[in-house]
């Protein structure tokens, strides 16, 4: 479903040009659940966001889901994210505002749904992730994994073809990590691609595939010499 070639971007801040991506292919299949790990700078956040069309890419080409979309507007990024395309981020990105009901509803006003579908949708979302009794709380009145859960809830209520994860569990505990990779994994069962940075090993282990990123490329993971390290250090 999505197809990466020759992918690169470059990033210019005054002088100082960063090659964030050299040259990336890249295929998934749908119902794939990927791990992307990698340090840091090395181009994680970078690919995702090019993945999930919010930034354009400056070479190469992209196709998801059969559209070509390596050249779109702004305004067509948009309707391509809006219609397929989730994210959840490390630090839960929800309005603090707004009631957890209205964040999960926030998102689906752009996808033409009637009030009734999107309550039915905000609904099933968080009885999906376990937070039916905190509809009326406001984001800073739950827990860290509890707020993830809701980003959860908001993420899966358009029903996307796939869902972009950056480092999800990366302000979690043991405890409440596992319960967003179990989420996680229930959601891919059910259909969902999922394409998630991480930098946990445990969670590397739950994915179907895992991809390696090194100064903007990708390295089969026995190629990385961090990788080669790490496995010559446990043995
Ligand atoms: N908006 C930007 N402007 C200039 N340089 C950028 C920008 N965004 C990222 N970069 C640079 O691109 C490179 C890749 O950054 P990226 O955020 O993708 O790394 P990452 O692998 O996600 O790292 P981390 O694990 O720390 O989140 C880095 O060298 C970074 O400094
Ligand atoms: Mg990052």
Do not use: W
């Amino acid at each position: 479903m999505l197809h990466m070639q020759s992918v690169t971007k470059v990033y210019r801040a005054g002088d100082v040009e960063t090659r964030a991506l050299r040259s990336i292919d890249l295929h998934l299949a749908k119902g794939e659940f990927v791990a992307i790990t990698g340090p840091s700078g090395s181009g994680k956040t970078t690919l995702l966001n090019i993945m999930g069309l919010l930034e354009n890419i400056d070479g190469g080409t992209y196709t998801l889901d059969g559209k070509d979309v390596s050249r779109l507007s702004d305004g067509e990024c948009s309707r391509v994210r809006n219609e397929k395309i989730s994210f959840i981020f490390q630090s839960y990105n929800l309005i603090p505002d707004l009631s957890v009901a209205a964040n999960i509803e926030a998102p689906l006003r752009y996808r033409g749904y009637s009030a009734a579908e999107r309550r039915r949708r905000v609904e099933a979302a968080l009885g999906k992730v376990g937070l039916s009794t905190r509809a009326r709380h406001l984001p800073n009145q739950l827990s860290g994994g509890q707020q993830q859960r809701v980003a959860i809830a908001r993420a899966i209520a358009g029903s996307p073809a796939v869902i972009f994860a950056d480092e999800p569990t990366g302000n979690l505990d043991t405890q409440m990590s596992q319960q967003i990779m179990d989420l996680l994994q229930e959601i891919n069962r059910e259909g969902c691609t999922v394409v998630m940075v991480t930098h946990n090993d445990a969670h590397v282990e739950r994915a179907s595939r895992h991809i390696h990123i090194l100064d903007g490329a990708i390295v089969t993971p026995a190629a990385s010499p961090q990788i080669a390290a790490v496995r010559g250090a446990a043995a």
